[in-house]
């Protein structure tokens, strides 16, 4: 290609091929006629919808971005597989097994120009390489915190919860003029998560935790003298409120604990009663049926069990609680339900005296018993 232009793609008329030949001059014409209405009257872009300006006719869109933002929405899947391959084949070449400047840890590289396993020992290694530096900013840092510490011991603010001025010796960050303070701020922000806490803890502890919140109840029904009556108001809201939850709860709660429910009746009756009561527990119950081989503590006769497999006796108090009885373990036996009914209030030796005469009646009758 010798002896032609510089800018010559071919080297002769037949390589280059037939000239590409122009359309009909009424095609042109009518092209640009096409072309000046559209100028006039442009059409809006198909991406954001403004006008397209009359020097970009006959294009589609009113600039390069839309254009690109166009084309980037028609092959988002395409480019989206394009630029995670890229980036996982990046991520390989970078993945190289090293070894940490610092502490000689074996590491992945995550980055070309990554020499330490985590952040504490790039901390670390360049304060070693670094020592001047490093006595600088700290002596820096110190000389300002000491001055804000001298700021606010010159000026001390009021603690945001009580109003009282911080002390001294509660440190240049301190926000709250006490620990109390402290406790009660963070409280009344996180009442939930306190609540939830407080939830486990007790359950992981509630033998523990029991006795201490009877003894503190009990001290302020003794010593606030509203604080009774507003407990029972704050118990009936909140069953009004969700009784079918607590109703759900306690049923569960039922379910799951057989025998529960005639114990807290037979306690709930004796306080009614006004007689004098004490703990008396389910596995109390269980101890005393066992004691006695499941039998009538009166007849000696096993009245077997219910459908779901639970003895078919009776907690019978051997005082009545209407003679002055206690409601305890040790005034409980078990009976059958012929014995508890024939007994009613009447004390042991009353009831087997009435059984006595009523038996002498029968056989001066002539009937037999």
């Not at 030949?21 to 809006?44: F, H, V, Y």
């Not at 919860?161 to 009660?184: E, F, M, N, Q, W």
């Amino acid at each position: 290609m010798e002896g032609l232009h510089w800018s010559a793609r071919y080297c002769s008329p037949e390589c280059k091929g037939p000239r590409k030949r122009k359309p009909p001059r009424a095609e042109r014409d009518a092209r640009t006629i096409a072309l000046n209405a559209l100028r006039s009257d442009p059409p809006p872009c198909e991406n954001c919808q403004n006008p397209i300006p009359p020097e970009r006719i006959p294009a589609k869109y009113c600039s390069d971005g839309c254009n690109h933002q166009a084309y980037a929405r028609r092959n988002a899947d395409r480019l989206e597989e394009e630029r995670l391959t890229a980036n996982e084949a990046r991520a390989t070449a970078r993945r190289v097994m090293m070894e940490c400047d610092f502490c000689g840890k074996q590491f992945e590289r995550r980055a070309w120009n990554q020499r330490y396993c985590s952040k504490l020992c790039s901390q670390r290694g360049w304060r070693r390489d670094n020592p001047e530096w490093y006595d600088a900013i700290a002596a820096h840092s110190e000389a300002r915190r000491h001055a804000r510490w001298v700021a606010r011991r010159d000026a001390r603010p009021e603690c945001p919860l009580c109003g009282s001025p911080i002390p001294v010796d509660r440190g240049p960050k301190a926000i709250y003029c006490s620990s109390v303070c402290t406790d009660k701020a963070y409280r009344r922000r996180h009442p939930r998560r306190l609540k939830k806490r407080n939830r486990i803890r007790w359950a992981r502890n509630s033998k523990h935790w029991r006795p201490i919140m009877r003894a503190y109840m009990a001290a302020r029904m003794a010593n606030e003298p509203g604080f009774k009556e507003a407990q029972r108001h704050k118990s009936k809201l909140r069953y009004r409120t969700h009784r079918q939850a607590i109703r759900e709860r306690q049923r569960q709660i039922t379910l799951s604990n057989p025998g529960r429910g005639s114990i807290y009746g037979a306690a709930y009756r004796a306080r009614k009663a006004g007689a004098e009561t004490f703990r008396y527990t389910e596995a109390d119950w269980q101890w005393i049926m066992v004691h006695y081989n499941y039998c009538c503590a009166y007849c000696g006769v096993n009245p077997g069990r219910d459908k779901h497999g639970r003895p078919l006796l009776q907690k019978e108090h051997v005082i009545p609680l209407i003679r002055g009885g206690r409601h305890s373990a040790g005034n409980i036996l078990p009976a059958c339900s012929a014995c508890n009914n024939a007994k009613l209030g009447k004390t042991v030796m009353e009831w087997r005296m009435a059984e006595i005469r009523y038996r002498r009646f029968l056989e001066e009758r002539g009937v037999a018993s």
